[in-house]
């Protein structure tokens, strides 16, 4: 059976969707260094989340 985090496209659509969520509730509900630390937070979810999990899929192989 073929593992789905080798795919790229749902590595990076994962951290997409929960950064987009962190983003989401950052803008809508906080303020101040809160929202700041929120979206700090939703960027490193979008760029170093599906790194990770490639990383985990070849270590794994």
Known sequence: MSNI???PVYRYGMGL???AILAFVAISYLE????LLVLGLAAFELVLFPQMLKWMVTADA
């Open 17 to 19: 969707s929960s950064a």
């Open 32 to 35: 101040g260094m809160t929202r």
């Open 5 to 7: 985090l080798k795919n």
